[in-house]
């Protein structure tokens, strides 16, 4: 088995909606698999739907070779999920939750309450252990349900806007957690709008839009599809020659030329290790100083990929 998760025409409707629309999509085993979209995009859908807590209208999915609507007690077994919103009874407390998380993985005390205490402490909740779920900050609520994965390491982890309402410490902290899932053998699938979070956690990126797949790639790929992405600021010793300026524009990838100044150039191109080989070698009669790249966000490849699919429709 070398696919994690399998989607076969995997549909979910509400009416004459579908929040998900015949998805097909493979998700490898022991990656950390990022899904970036905006609200409303499809992605909780998804994880809802391999995650067994929705059922498909049509279609179906493999997870870990198990079918999501014909075998779902095995699926369940071997998957754990991070809500976006979390889960807790008010009056219960963020020990009893830990244990009671632990206990249905069948992990008894003494090892039990070792597990708990090891794992408040790694999400900076020990001083919040006794507080009623209530009474936990936004923040400590959400630290508290990406916990519950940890008390037992399931062979596939769903997080749903994992650092949702958790301070800039925070996000860090859960980053390095999932992180850590991963070294341990989990595969990862994280459901996130937050670029950072994606060009931070992901091995591979799935962008998604209106409950389709609009593309899957590692993030250097991503970044190269972008006509023009990768900008090259070039600055001279003395002042442009028109001979440089022409042959610049003539380069293959070269996309747009902006003169800053009499001695700096700024130079949207395709494929900038591709393209400043090639700048550099075939300049003649002007002395570099510098040079600096800027490559696109995933702010720039996501308006590049998906405003362009929903103006076409």
């Not at 790639?217 to 900008?231: A, C, E």
């Not at 400043?276 to 720039?300: F, K, M």
Request: some cysteine; aromatic content about 6%; hydrophobic content about 40%.
């Amino acid at each position: 088995m070398d696919f994690a998760v399998e989607t076969y025409d995997l549909t979910k409707s509400y009416g004459d909606f579908n929040a998900l629309d015949k998805l097909n999509i493979k998700i490898e085993l022991g990656q950390i698999r990022v899904l970036l979209g905006p609200n409303g995009s499809g992605k909780t859908t998804f994880l809802h739907l391999i995650s067994t807590v929705l059922r498909p209208t049509k279609g179906t999915a493999r997870v870990l070779g198990f079918d999501i609507v014909k075998q779902q007690l095995e699926v369940r077994k071997h998957v754990s999920i991070a809500f976006q919103d979390p889960r807790g009874f008010w009056r219960h407390k963020p020990k009893h939750i830990l244990s009671f998380h632990a206990s249905m993985y069948g992990i008894k005390d003494p090892e039990r309450s070792s597990i708990v205490e090891r794992t408040l402490k790694e999400f900076d909740l020990w001083e919040s252990r006794d507080k009623k779920f209530m009474d936990l900050s936004g923040g400590q609520a959400k630290r508290l349900e990406v916990a519950k994965l940890f008390v037992h390491i399931p062979k596939l982890t769903l997080l749903d806007e994992p650092t949702a309402m958790v301070d800039l410490d925070g996000k860090r902290l859960m980053w390095d957690k999932i992180k850590e899932l991963k070294e341990k053998g989990c595969t990862v699938i994280v459901a996130t709008n937050e670029v950072r979070e994606a060009e931070y956690l992901a091995d591979k990126i799935t962008i998604f839009s209106s409950g389709k797949d609009i593309v899957t790639d590692t993030l250097p790929n991503l970044k190269d599809s972008v006509k023009g992405g990768d900008v090259v600021d070039m600055r001279f010793s003395d002042p442009i020659s028109p001979i440089t300026l022409q042959t610049l524009k003539r380069l293959p990838g070269t996309v747009g030329i902006i003169e800053v100044d009499e001695n700096r150039l700024r130079i949207p191109v395709t494929r900038s290790e591709d393209w400043l080989p090639l700048a550099v070698s075939s300049i003649h009669g002007n002395r570099l100083a510098s040079v600096h790249i800027t490559e696109p966000s995933l702010d720039d490849i996501f308006m590049t990929i998906v405003k362009p699919k929903a103006e076409t429709k």
